[in-house]
C-alpha cells in the first residue's frame, strides 16, 4: 500500500507564487509516473502536468504552462508543483497521483493511487 500525502497549499493572491508537495510513502517504486491534478467546486477533476518517472519527461495542460513547473527528487519520493503567476481560477483542490502508463495522462483514470488533496486558493 502506497500513500501520496499533499503540502504546501493555501492562501495566496494573484501574481504570487505556491509549492506544492507530494510525498510518497509505503509502497514506493520507481516505476510510477506521477501527475498533478486539480478539481474545483462544481467541476471535474481536471488534469495540470505530469512528469515521467526518470524526470526526463513533462506535460502540461496548456491553462498552465509557462507559469508551473512539476519536479520529482527520487531519493526523498517527493514530486513538486512549483506554481508561479497565480490566477484566480487556480483555484482548486490540488491532488498528486500515480499511475504506471506514460499514456493518456490527462485522463484520472489511468492514475491507480491518490493523495488527499491540499487546498489552493487564490485572491484577486
Known amino acids: 500500500q502506497v500513500r501520496l500525502v499533499e503540502s504546501g497549499g493555501g492562501l495566496v493572491q494573484a501574481g504570487g507564487s505556491l509549492r506544492l508537495s507530494c510525498a510518497a510513502s509505503?509502497?514506493?517504486?520507481?516505476?510510477?509516473?506521477m501527475g498533478w491534478f486539480r478539481q474545483a467546486p462544481g467541476k471535474e477533476r481536471e488534469f495540470v502536468s505530469a512528469?515521467?518517472?526518470?524526470?526526463?519527461?513533462?506535460v502540461y495542460a496548456d491553462s498552465v504552462k509557462g507559469r508551473f513547473t512539476i519536479s520529482s527528487d527520487n531519493a526523498k519520493n517527493t514530486v513538486y508543483l512549483q506554481m508561479n503567476s497565480l490566477k484566480p481560477e487556480d483555484t482548486a483542490v490540488y491532488y498528486c497521483?500515480?499511475?504506471?502508463?506514460?499514456?493518456?495522462?490527462?485522463?484520472?483514470?489511468?492514475?491507480?493511487?491518490w493523495g488527499q488533496g491540499t487546498q489552493v486558493t487564490v485572491s484577486s
Open positions: 512528469i515521467s518517472r526518470t524526470g526526463y519527461n513533462t
Open positions: 497521483a500515480r499511475t504506471t502508463t506514460w499514456f493518456r495522462l490527462i485522463s484520472p483514470d489511468q492514475y491507480t493511487d
Open positions: 509505503g509502497r514506493t517504486s520507481s516505476i510510477y509516473h
